[in-house]
């Protein structure tokens, strides 16, 4: 049963910490997503990759956010340094080669900076 | 700019009724339009996708329009069961022509015993 995974699951961090996701799409998606979702603002659609290119990365505050994929199982979102604002439910959602895009989410890390 | 707008208000419906849910975009036309279900503290799950040369789609219980000319999809749960409690996701692809899905902020709903 393919799943994308995340890790970790909750985390609690300080203000000005930095904080790593990490996702392992299914094998054989070329791409990956990274969303963010609050009550406030839904799901928000921060970056996403095809064949680990970056080609959008617009909804990402780029000042403190950054995503990469080093190879094609794992994708990191960094957020350095966090700030309180940052709490919510980051999602990892990975996709295959259809123009359509259907998406494959993970399970989410909730992060709260304190 | 592209907006995207389901009803915010929770969807209370009784077991074993139809339960339709709004999606409504404005200011673009997408070339597709997906649905998903979020259940608590769980990740969107696929469901259907319709695209805009299709007017409905179907799939077990479900069924999904797509209106281009009311800028309106409706997905409907008929004989709806308890289980089928949750939030309802719209995603039409981005303006733009990414077909990168945009999600609107969903819709509660909640069939009861």
């Known amino acids: 049963d393919a799943r994308v995974t995340q890790t970790p699951r909750h985390k609690v961090t300080e203000m000005g910490q930095e904080v790593t996701m990490r996702c392992q799409p299914i094998?054989?998606?070329?791409?990956v997503f990274w969303y963010r979702q609050t009550m406030m603002q839904g799901l928000e659609l921060l970056a996403y990759f095809r064949n680990r290119a970056p080609l959008d990365d617009s909804g990402m505050p780029k000042d403190r956010f950054s995503a990469e994929m080093p190879d094609a199982t794992l994708a990191t979102l960094k957020i350095q340094p966090s700030e309180p604002r940052d709490s919510a439910v980051y999602f990892c959602a990975s996709g295959g080669t259809s123009a359509y895009n259907e998406q494959f989410f993970g399970p989410g890390t909730r992060l709260t900076v304190l | 700019s592209q907006k995207i707008e389901q009803n915010s208000e929770a969807l209370n419906i009784q077991e074993g009724k139809t339960a339709t849910l709004t999606c409504n975009y404005t200011?673009?036309?997408?070339?597709?339009l997906q649905w998903y279900r979020q259940d608590p503290g769980r990740g969107p799950v696929f469901l259907l996708l319709?695209?805009?040369?299709?007017k409905e789609k179907r799939k077990e219980r479900l069924k999904v329009t797509f209106d281009t000319t009311l800028k309106q999809s409706l997905f409907h749960i008929t004989a709806s069961q308890p289980a089928d409690s949750a939030t309802y996701l719209c995603?039409?692809?981005?303006?733009?022509?990414?077909?990168?899905?945009?999600f609107g902020r969903g819709t509660s709903l909640i069939v009861h015993p």
């Open positions: 094998l054989g998606h070329n791409t």
């Open positions: 319709i695209r805009e040369n299709e």
């Open positions: 200011n673009y036309s997408p070339a597709y």
């Open positions: 995603a039409p692809d981005s303006s733009g022509g990414s077909y990168i899905p945009t």
